[in-house]
């Protein structure tokens, strides 16, 4: 089946203590981006990737750290969290140039 | 820079009426335009996509949007309103011209479908 998975699907943490969550996908995609959700925002992309090792920022990538090693995985590294980091996170990805884009179950973080 | 707007938070209708959601959008040069949907506690799901062509596209579960190039929008519209179609929806758009850019969302319209 094809799918966007990511990993944990919820985690409370405190302000200062690494985190990082999981990405994955099976559908061989060049492209994959990292999203955060807040209420009457909608959503914000935080960063996002051409391909392996290409890697760009979105809107509202500080706090925030990407790697694209292997083109299946592009995990999201919150070095630091503060509460405002407090959010819902998508990953997404979809095959250029013009596919839609698939999203993955979501990640609730909340920092505290 | 690109940017999408949906005017309405908010759009109540009753069953079995026809619905509308609107997005407008503004890009440099031609654009990618999409429609997701999200159900409570779910991730986001493609309904329809505008890529070149017809400017009526049509998508999943009866859902249709226009391409309105000179007025810069991309509203979404089901002929007949089912209360299963209550959700949060989102309209995206993406730069067709300039290759390395990101995909923008608007901050997405609440419809309610009364019964």
């Known amino acids: 089946e094809a799918q966007v998975t990511q990993n944990p699907r919820y985690l409370i943490t405190v302000t200062g203590k690494k985190l990082t969550v999981t990405c994955s996908q099976n559908?061989?995609?060049?492209?994959m981006s990292w999203y955060r959700q807040d209420p009457g925002l909608g959503l914000r992309q935080i960063y996002y990737s051409m391909n392996v090792e290409v890697t760009d920022k979105g809107d509202v990538p500080e706090g925030y750290k990407v790697s694209r090693k292997e083109k299946r995985n592009f995990p999201l590294i919150l070095e630091s969290p503060s509460p405002n980091q407090t959010s819902l996170y998508f990953c997404?990805?979809?095959?250029?140039?013009?596919?839609?884009?698939?999203f993955g179950p979501g990640t609730r973080l909340t920092v505290l | 820079a690109q940017s999408v707007a949906q005017p309405e938070d908010q759009v109540n209708v009753a069953e079995g009426n026809p619905l509308t959601v609107k997005c407008t959008y503004s890009?440099?040069?031609?654009?990618?335009l999409f429609w997701y949907v999200q159900y409570p506690n779910r991730g986001l799901q493609f309904l329809l996509k505008?890529?070149?062509?017809?400017?009526l596209v049509k998508g999943s579960y009866g859902f249709e949007a226009e391409f309105n190039k000179s007025q810069t929008s991309f509203h979404l519209k089901k002929p007949s309103a089912l209360v299963s179609d209550s959700a949060l929806y989102f309209c995206a758009v993406r730069d067709r011209d300039n290759y390395g850019q990101n995909f923008v969302f608007g901050p997405g319209t609440r419809l309610s479908v009364l019964p």
């Open positions: 559908m061989n995609h060049e492209y």
């Open positions: 890009v440099s040069g031609n654009p990618y």
């Open positions: 505008y890529i070149t062509g017809d400017n």
């Open positions: 997404a990805s979809q095959h250029l140039p013009d596919d839609e884009q698939f």
